[in-house]
């Protein structure tokens, strides 16, 4: 069994989007976020993380590992790496099994795009590092 940890800035939004089926208007995400269920590549523990997701037209979701213009990628980006058949919660699907795909060369600078022409923040997460912010695709399991 798989030890839970709990995160004090996290569990706030998670609570919220629990509450109010997927909607978190405390912080003005409104419906755009998923509840990523992630073990830790070394540690082995579970974790919980809210991210903002936009929806494809193939019936994924896109996840940005910006970590808010940060010089290293968040620690969820590597627990999905490690570990890519996971868990969500999304806002009217619920819980759903998905693998997680890491995108790269043009697929992955048009889902980037995507990102920054939803919200300006994004560009400057850009702005702010020297890396390329990962984007993921996640995709529904079947079976």
């Known amino acids: 069994m798989t030890e ?24 003005g995400f409104g419906r755009s976020l998923v509840l990523l269920h992630h073990i830790g590549a070394r540690s082995g523990i579970e974790r919980i993380t809210p991210v903002m997701q936009i929806p494809t037209d193939d019936g994924g979701w896109l996840i940005a590992a910006s970590k808010a213009g940060a010089d290293e990628h968040p620690a ?5 790496l490690a570990h890519p058949d996971i868990l969500v919660e999304l806002p009217d699907e619920g819980e759903l099994q998905v693998h997680v795909a890491e995108l790269k060369g043009a697929e992955r600078d048009a889902a980037w795009a995507k990102f920054t022409a939803r919200s300006p923040g994004f560009k400057s997460y850009e702005a ?15 079976g």
Not at 4 to 27: C, H, K, L, M, W
Not at 76 to 80: A, F, G, I, V
Not at 130 to 135: A, E, G, L
């Open 4 to 27: 839970r940890r709990y995160d004090s800035f996290n569990d706030p939004i998670i609570a919220e989007f629990r509450a109010n089926d997927g909607t978190v208007t405390s912080r």
């Open 128 to 142: 702010r590092t020297m890396r390329t912010i990962p984007v993921l695709k996640l995709t529904r399991r079947v």
């Open 76 to 80: 969820w980006y590597h627990n999905l």
